[in-house]
């Protein structure tokens, strides 16, 4: 007698496809168990937060079709596959920056404060550390990152890069040295951290200019960054009493509704700026000995939807 219409019929499952299920969630939980790591070496290399998440879903495509029995260690395949997709990137964002307006500043991240713990993590992914990588050749800042922060060896970078380990060395050695010459040298410990970024909110918030020029550096550095949409400083302006009094006659004078929000960003001490209850920017701030040696003021609206919510990174 025949099967009645529509009747589900007991077709053999193919022997292999419980195998290829079984390795796609193996794959997806070695990649979930990466995936801050592989943001943040994405961010290291580009700046950029929205530009680090389309690495990360490059990079899974790539990953989703890899032979796990040809993998020996997951960490660095994975690291490889991300640094090659973030180095493509680069040069996309080469040409936005040849046009940018104005300085142009990383994508700030809004951290969770165990970040600041991890102090090479922190000083890593800081507005002052980024800037001193953006004047990298761009495989010398990957080179750079993945050795100095993420220590993978000389053999795996080269394979990342493309590059032979001899080549990767004396990249990493040249790299070494700029960043030596122009990273910020002073420290700061955790309370002095804390004391300095409420006494520079309080100054700014105030306006007076004594204030401002007791917890600003001689030397302290100013950039802000509108994009072109928002106001900005079109150049740096350093010194403190220069700063200082930028600071004081700052545009939010203007503002009647404006607030400062003390958080974490990209590791460090900042302040939320929020007009009428609307992020309206991000003032990062380097403090060394006690003192802000940098400020670094993100106004540019498409760079600041990363400070809504935390954003995890690891090493």
């Given at each position: ?8 019929t007991?077709?053999p499952?193919p ?12 794959a ?5 168990a ?18 680090a998440?389309?690495?990360?879903q ?29 180095l ?6 080469g ?5 940018y307006?104005g ?17 090479a ?18 495989v ?7 050795r100095?922060?993420f220590?993978?060896s000389?053999e ?9 380990p ?12 700029h ?7 002073g420290t700061?410990t955790?309370a002095?951290?804390r004391?300095?970024l ?12 004594q ?10 550095v100013a ?15 350093v010194g403190a ?14 503002e ?22 609307q992020?309206?920017?991000?003032l ?7 003192y ?24």
């Amino acid at each position: 007698m025949g099967e009645e219409s529509g009747q589900a019929t007991n077709t053999p499952e193919p022997p292999d496809r419980g195998i290829r299920a079984e390795a796609a969630d193996g794959a997806t939980e070695v990649f979930l168990a990466h995936r801050n790591l592989l943001f943040t070496v994405a961010y290291e290399i580009l700046g950029s937060a929205a530009d680090a998440e389309d690495v990360l879903q490059e990079t899974w495509l790539r990953w989703t079709a890899v032979d796990p029995a040809m993998v020996r260690k997951e960490r660095a395949y994975l690291v490889q596959i991300a640094t090659r997709q973030a180095l493509d990137r680069v040069r996309a964002l080469g040409r936005r920056k040849e046009s940018y307006v104005g300085p142009w500043l990383p994508e700030p991240l809004l951290t969770a404060p165990d970040v600041a713990e991890d102090v090479a993590l922190a000083d890593s992914v800081s507005m002052a550390m980024l800037l001193v990588l953006e004047t990298l050749a761009p495989v010398e800042r990957a080179v750079f990152v993945l050795r100095e922060v993420f220590d993978l060896s000389y053999e795996e970078i080269a394979e990342a890069v493309g590059k032979t380990p001899a080549a990767v060395r004396q990249l990493a050695y040249r790299a070494r040295a700029h960043v030596a010459a122009r990273r910020p040298r002073g420290t700061a410990t955790p309370a002095q951290t804390r004391a300095a970024l409420r006494a520079f909110q309080l100054a700014v918030e105030t306006g007076e200019l004594q204030a401002l020029l007791d917890i600003l550096a001689p030397d302290v550095v100013a950039l802000s960054d509108g994009g072109g949409v928002r106001h900005a400083l079109l150049r740096p302006v350093v010194g403190a009493d220069q700063v200082a009094r930028l600071l004081a006659g700052g545009w939010w004078k203007r503002e009647a509704a404006r607030s400062l929000e003390p958080v974490e960003i990209n590791g460090g001490p900042a302040l939320l700026v929020r007009v009428n209850g609307q992020v309206d920017g991000v003032l990062a701030v380097r403090v060394e000995n006690g003192y802000v040696t940098g400020a670094y003021h993100v106004r540019n609206p498409d760079k600041l939807s990363h400070v809504a919510h935390e954003i995890a990174i690891s090493r």
